[in-house]
């Protein structure tokens, strides 16, 4: 596939605003996108984990993190949407041909989550009181994992396959027959899946460090309780993450020739420096987690973290395009649209921070306060401008359609 081929398959129209915002945001809501998806993951192992416990502390911890499951699929859903969106912009020569190519599990990716997410919710009906009653029907919860895990491969060949466009004519035609049934998956590299997968466990440590400030902060009286969660925590982070990072290591050194230089780069240098700070980071703290904010500032750390391996896990693509390829995502004709990029930063920053504002302070406060919560005026005029914000902004979209349509 020649750089002129490749650059042939790029939209016409242009992209409308810099790459590089594409770019940047596409590390960004990856960023939060695995996030969630390892807190989904982890919360929904320890929900497993513990829902037949016959110790109490597991039981009470599974019925937290069935709630925190059920969540975090929606959220690991919701904000794949925003990498999904900026991947297929700036480097849509790819990411079209790899979908195209394994057509099936592009829409099987969708049936699959479907029925992970019903597994969820079966086991989570079967389940009323986890700490009185013990777990029921595990297999639900067995099948959820299983499906979500398969979601996840999918997501991960797509992204690999558009990394292989020397491999691309022999998967669409093997022996030289057109096959376009797009029936397989054509590429997957086990160690960097199962790297996303096992950093699960610090990242769900890190959520047991907040989860544990939080029952703090709405003055928790089982103090056996708490201290338990902190060492459950310590040992998710510090095991999690050495398992994580000599799995990351296993994926550098199976890298395909193409991206050994990788291996040996300053972006692989900052992911490892940045994980191994927030593993550290509780270590560091220590009974400090106990005050003010730093209980939840592991998580934020942890965040942090996973943007600079978002970043890295970026440069490997950028670059491997790049250099082997002749494909710079940088140069892609810009057809500056002021009206569009206004209103995605206006959407994201006003609607979005003062709707989630609310929302957030609400389910907050709730959860700290004993027996009937009446939020305080401010909060309530905060909900009041978050609905006639959503009201406006679905004015504005209708308006401008038929504005366009009607000129
Ligand atoms: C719920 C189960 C899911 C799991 C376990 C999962 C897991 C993953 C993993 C492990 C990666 C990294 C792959 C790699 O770099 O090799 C990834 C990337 C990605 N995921 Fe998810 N994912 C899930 C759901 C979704 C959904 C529902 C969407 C879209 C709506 C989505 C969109 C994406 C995108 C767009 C990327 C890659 C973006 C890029 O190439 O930069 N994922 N996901």
Redesign the pocket.
């Known amino acids: 596939m020649t750089p002129e081929m490749l650059y042939a398959l790029r939209d016409p129209a242009g992209v409308p605003s810099h790459p590089l915002v594409f770019l940047v945001l596409?590390?960004l809501t990856?960023a939060l996108?695995?996030a969630a998806?390892q807190v989904?993951?982890g919360a929904a192992t320890l929900t497993l984990r513990g829902a037949f416990s016959p110790s109490l502390h597991w039981r009470r911890l599974a019925q937290a993190m069935l709630v925190t499951a059920k969540i975090a699929?929606s959220v690991?859903?919701?904000i794949?949407?925003?990498?999904?969106l900026?991947?297929q912009v700036v480097?849509d020569p790819f990411?079209y041909t790899s979908n195209v190519l394994s057509a099936w599990w592009v829409i099987g990716?969708?049936v699959l989550?479907i029925l992970?997410y019903i597994a969820m919710y079966a086991f989570y009906w079967k389940n009323h009181d986890i700490v009185a009653d013990g777990g029921r029907g595990g297999i639900w919860m067995v099948l959820s994992i299983a499906l979500?895990?398969a979601?996840?491969?999918i997501?991960?060949?797509?992204?690999?396959q558009?990394l292989f466009p020397e491999h691309w004519m022999a998967w669409y035609a093997p022996k030289d027959v057109v096959n376009p049934d797009g029936h397989s998956l054509h590429y997957w590299?086990l160690p960097?899946?199962l790297f996303?997968?096992a950093l699960s466990a610090p990242v769900t440590g890190a959520w047991l460090y907040g989860y544990r400030r939080y029952l703090q902060g709405a003055k928790e009286t089982d103090a056996a309780y708490l201290g338990w969660l902190r060492g459950l925590a310590q040992n998710l982070m510090l095991i999690g993450g050495v398992v994580s990072v000599l799995i990351g290591a296993l994926w550098m050194a199976t890298l395909p020739e193409k991206m050994a230089w990788f291996a040996s780069s300053v972006w692989l240098l900052m992911a490892v420096v940045a994980l191994a700070a927030v593993v550290a980071l509780p270590l560091v703290l220590r009974d400090r987690i106990d005050r003010g904010v730093w209980g939840y500032a592991i998580f934020g750390a942890g965040a942090v973290g996973l943007i600079v391996v978002?970043a890295a896990?970026?440069m490997l693509?950028f670059v491997t395009l790049l250099g082997t390829h002749g494909y710079n995502a940088m140069d892609y004709k810009i057809n500056m649209d002021w009206y569009s990029t206004g209103l995605f930063f206006t959407t994201f920053g006003v609607v979005g921070g003062v709707t989630l504002a609310y929302l957030l302070t609400v389910a907050w406060q709730a959860g700290q306060s004993k027996g009937l919560y009446t939020p305080s005026a401010t909060v309530t005029r905060i909900g009041q401008w978050s609905v006639g914000l959503l009201i406006g902004w679905t004015v504005l979209y209708f308006a401008v359609g038929f504005f366009v349509w009607a000129r």
């Open positions: 596409g590390v990856f996108h695995i998806v989904m993951l699929v690991a859903i919701v794949g949407v925003a990498p999904l900026f991947v480097y990411w990716f969708i989550l992970g979500l895990l979601v996840g491969f997501v991960h060949s797509l992204t690999n558009m590299h960097r899946f996303f997968i978002g896990r970026e693509r």
